[in-house]
């Protein structure tokens, strides 16, 4: 058995000291060790950015960085996405819009597009495609998540958005 | 239509939230894999590197020295087989003589953690005897032996079928063209973002307790009873919600069997979760499928006869095989009038993952094929494609030659959306190449499709309910629905609370929705075959409309009020005529209580009987059809072959949308699963013969990202059928079926080249284009089938010959 080494950062805005055996990856660290079961994995070969979390704001695969490099670092995962009580934005869209349909990938997804409505408050279709690119989902064909990012962006600028009707329902 | 008493609809038709999307979104969700149980052990299983082979000797005694092991069982503990059909019980939990592809697991292990267990699975020595191997469908038709399987119709044909109805050389007689044309379809995997988990626990009271991300929890029940030899009533099977299906997880797995029976060893809860190459392993997926098809029609299109043949790679176990050897010859008949028709079909076992059922089963690839090979009929007969499609529509409230019912029937509609929207007239040259409407490398291509709204036969032959609701209403006002259905994303949990909120008049985020648990649920058989919304939805109506009964009855006596002035909306019961009078939900239901003692009601959906009853008839019948069309627009590149596939517009015959936002997300899933298919997915194996996956990763198994998905524009058709609750039908399969070979149709359009194998990859393009180029066929894609020796088929009169639905004698021909 590796002897366990202990780190020191912030997590989900709240110090953290946490000792685990040294090779673990941060995805692991989160899980196992924090039982922050919210990240996923779907390969853990960083093919499918399912276990994707924010470290100082910029969206890393959890599967790909050892636990140990999270030392000194801030690390937000989807359970410190919502400001207390109430829902991120973007967690509210994706949940009303029918953008988490199994909801595995939800995770990964929702800390990509904050990262992505962080740096480009308005972003266009085009931005979020690109944005969103590194991560699979099978059941969506994205097309409910692009909505859900571009109603939470606008929600966030504190403009009123109408989601188009046949977003909802239909095309006449 | 099944109707609730209320006139006006309040809940049905609306877009809300899913019941459980809000917990998916911040993390809280749990999956299997999120599970923890004090004292867990953590399982592996030792899976063959042979795709065939005799197991001689294994020796685990390595792995059991190992510190931190606590068991390995192996084949001889679980002796029992299994699997999903009845009909090919074919499956050990753990291999014993032989294995039969790379990956056939044949020890499992619990130790103290991932890590030990992952050690100890490579201590453990495996003898192995190697064989030759069968690696396609040629191979398993020509050569006997070595059998993968010791069953089956012959050698390594797993089964054949053959079925004619009507007699089609008749019908190929009065044609005035009679086309044949070849087309595969490779086969592909379901690749859910959640890899299988599951953990078992086995309690001081000798209760076992399986959580598992399966979509059939009520099948794996029955088989853990038969497999570990418990009673089924000391075993409890929880589905987690998982983290996609698709199909892919609807058998029982050797990984359950064996996290079940080493809990039961160690005493400990164990738990297992798949790598993502394992769960490549798993399979269960879209069957590869070599077709011939043959159709005569008139000049105008109209077809006299159609002659259908499939050969189904179907890996090395049975699965749901059968089923869907099957499928590939039943839904020919429901989108267009078919009057005669002959169906023979031949599944393979090979040492290969096997395959099963994924979104559509067994009916994408005769789609394709049929779809395609419609295009080339309508270019031969100058017709322009929608119009041989258009005039020969099914009709509605109809029985087909093979004795399907269908009921409501929107195609007609669906495809005017799709033509409307597309501007195909203005965009279609009618054939005339040298005339293009677009320009070289841009195309436009239609295509239909009609699917099953669950089956109308169960799996195991019995005649109990399909789908069980119980509802239970407590004094303080709380609903609770349960409901063995699984939620694999769908929200099939959503759709219980939508409509029993509907009758009670209450809010669907009032109620507590508990499913997909052995312990406390009804029986519903599982999500597969679309079958959730319909069969669950119309057993919650009843058991809803039983609970308002008891409520209304209640505080009319308190209130004076006629029974059948009162209504229940806006979680309140009143009179319509005087809407203040009333009194609260949650009075209503002490009222109710007081009366009547503790109030539960439940429900129960079996479909109607099938118009069919010659053997074989069991697949295809449903109490509904959903019927789709969509156009795709492509951009070929003819210098690479690229394919981008700009544009789909669909519309769908969805009955009537219990929740459209839902609907839609649905048709825009399944729009992409198949431009996965047509466009880059594979499950492809080295073809030396150690038959090994070529990619088994995320990386290299292509699937779409954002970058690669279309624009989507779809159309609801609302139709509603008479068997469905409200009139709704499915929508989580349909519209997969409609995309690919609109997109084969279009490739052909962009660049006239026919590709008639799938997946249409750039390297087929460019093949077809430098063919054209040399004045050869401009086509990519195989040309014969295998010679088969069919057995003479069981011939069955169809109704409009006054056939009754039973087949003809058999007479014996003398020479």
């Given amino acids: 058995m590796n002897s366990k080494k202990q780190i020191r950062f912030r997590l989900n805005g709240e110090d953290t000291e946490i000792a685990f055996a040294p090779h673990k990856t941060l995805l692991e660290v989160l899980r196992e060790d924090l039982n922050l079961t919210g990240t996923k994995h779907g390969c853990e070969l960083g093919e499918c950015g399912t276990c994707a979390v924010l470290v100082d704001g910029r969206s890393i695969l959890s599967c790909l960085m050892l636990g140990l490099e999270a030392e000194g670092r801030e690390v937000k995962t989807i359970e410190g996405m919502a400001l207390g009580a109430e829902l991120h934005p973007l967690q509210q869209t994706f949940a ?65 958005y109408e989601l188009p009707k046949e977003s909802i329902y239909g095309l006449e | 239509m099944k109707n609730p008493k209320s006139n006006s609809l309040n809940l049905i038709g609306k877009p809300f939230r899913k019941v459980d999307a809000r917990a998916k979104c911040v993390g809280q969700t749990k999956f299997a894999d999120d599970i923890v149980l004090p004292r867990m052990l953590f399982c592996k299983l030792l899976r063959s590197h042979l795709p065939h082979a005799l197991i001689k000797r294994i020796d685990a005694s390595k792995a059991l020295a190992l510190p931190g092991v606590f068991a390995v069982v192996t084949g001889k503990d679980l002796p029992i087989p299994y699997g999903i059909l009845p009909v090919s019980q074919d499956e050990h939990a753990l291999c014993i003589d032989k294995v039969r592809f790379v990956g056939d697991p044949v020890a499992a292990v619990a130790a103290i953690d991932e890590d030990t ?43 054949k079928v053959s079925l004619e109805f009507g007699n089609v050389e008749d019908g190929f007689a009065e044609a005035d063209l009679v086309r044949e044309d070849v087309f595969f379809y490779e086969g592909n995997t379901h690749l859910p973002m959640e890899q299988h988990a599951a953990v078992a626990h086995f309690d001081a009271d000798q209760k076992l307790t399986l959580w598992s991300s399966t979509q059939t929890p009520h ?59 394992e769960v490549f392993y798993c399979h269960r997926g879209r069957h590869p499928v070599l077709m011939k098809v043959k159709t005569g029609v008139k000049n105008d299109g109209a077809i006299t006869a159609m002659h259908f043949q499939s050969f189904l790679d179907g890996g090395a176990y049975g699965s749901y095989g059968v089923a869907s050897t099957f499928y590939t010859g039943a839904l020919q008949t429901v989108t267009y009038d078919v009057p005669r028709y002959k169906f023979q079909g031949l599944r393979a076992f090979t040492n290969k993952p096997p395959c099963g059922p994924k979104r559509g089963h067994g009916t994408p690839q005769p789609r394709y094929a049929l779809e395609v090979h419609l295009d080339k009929i309508a270019e031969q007969l100058r017709m322009d494609p929608v119009d041989i499609r258009r005039r020969h529509l099914v009709a509605p409230n109809s029985v087909t030659a093979n004795y399907l019912r269908v009921g409501s029937m929107g195609l007609g509609e669906c495809l005017d959306k799709v033509v409307a929207g597309s501007d195909w007239k203005n965009r279609f040259s009618g054939w005339d190449f040298a005339n293009r409407k677009l320009p070289y490398g841009k195309g436009i291509g239609i295509a239909c499709s009609s699917y099953i709204c669950g089956a109308g036969l169960p799996i195991y032959w019995n005649n109990m309910p399909q789908s069980g609701v119980q509802l239970r209403l407590d004094r303080q006002g709380g609903v609770c629905v349960m409901c063995g259905s699984t939620d694999i994303g769908q929200g099939s949990d959503s759709i219980l609370a939508y409509i029993v909120a509907e009758i009670l008049g209450i809010d669907p985020f009032d109620i507590r929705v508990v499913t997909a648990d052995t312990d406390l649920t009804p029986v519903d058989l599982g999500s597969y075959s679309s079958r959730v919304t319909l069969m669950t939805g119309n057993a919650a109506i009843q058991a809803a409309e039983r609970a308002r009964e008891l409520l209304v009855m209640a505080v009319a006596e308190k209130l004076g009020v006629p029974i059948e002035n009162l209504s229940l909306a806006e979680r309140r019961v009143f009179d319509v005529e005087n809407p203040e009078v009333g009194v609260s939900f949650a009075e209503a239901v002490v009222l109710a209580e007081s009366k009547f003692g503790t109030i539960g009601t439940v429900g129960s959906y079996t479909p109607p009987r099938s118009p069919g009853k010659y053997k074989g008839s069991g697949v295809g019948p449903s109490p509904a059809y959903s019927y789709s069309a969509a156009v795709a627009e492509v951009d070929v590149n003819p210098d690479t072959g690229i394919v981008v596939v700009e544009r789909v517009w669909i519309a769908h015959d969805i009955g009537r949308s219990i929740n459209p936002l839902l609907v839609m997300g649905q048709v825009e899933g399944s729009v992409y699963m198949a431009l996965g298919e047509i466009l880059m997915e594979e499950m492809t194996y080295r073809t030396n ?52 070979p609109a997109v084969a149709n279009a490739v052909y359009n962009a660049v006239g080249v026919r590709i008639d194998e799938v997946p249409i990859t750039p390297e087929k393009i460019l093949r077809a284009l430098k063919d054209k180029a040399r004045g050869r066929e401009a086509r990519y894609g195989p040309d014969t089938v295998p010679a088969v020796s069919w057995p003479d088929p069981l011939r069955v009169l169809t109704p409009a010959e006054g056939g009754d639905g039973t087949e003809m004698p058999r007479v014996a021909v003398h020479s």
Avoid: W
């Fill in chain 1, 96 to 160: 009303d819009l029918g953008a988490a349909q199994c909801g595995y990938c939800s995770p990964g997804f929702l800390l990509v597009a904050e990262e992505l409505l962080q740096k480009t408050p308005n972003p266009s279709r085009a931005e979020i495609q690109e944005a969103l690119s590194g991560n699979l989902c099978r059941c969506t064909g994205y097309i409910k998540i692009y909505e859900a990012v571009e109603l939470a962006a606008a929600r966030m600028r504190g403009e009123t």
């Fill in chain 2, 117 to 159: 267990a992952f050690d100890a699975m490579n201590l453990i020595e495996v003898e192995y005897e190697p064989l030759n191997t069968i690696s396609t469908i040629e191979e398993a038709v020509l050569i006997d032996e070595p059998r993968i399987h010791e069953y089956g119709d012959s050698g390594n044909v797993h089964k």
């Fill in chain 2, 219 to 277: 099948y794996v029940h029955r088989a853990l009873a038969k497999v570990l030899e418990m009673p089924a009533s000391h075993i409890r099977v929880i589905a987690t919600p998982n983290g996609g299906g698709f199909g892919g997880k609807s058998d029982p797995f050797n990984h359950e069997v064996a996290v079940c029976k080493l809990a039961m060893i160690t005493g400990r809860p164990v738990k297992i979760t798949l790598t993502r190459e």
């Fill in chain 2, 689 to 740: 013969r150690n038959v090994v996956h070529k990619f088994p990763s995320l990386l290299e198994y292509k699937s779409p990202t954002t970058m690669e998905m279309c624009d989507v524009k779809t159309y609801l058709i609302e139709d509603p059928d008479p068997n469905g609750p409200y009139g709704a039908k499915e929508v989580g399969q349909g519209p997969l079926l409609p995309v690919p």
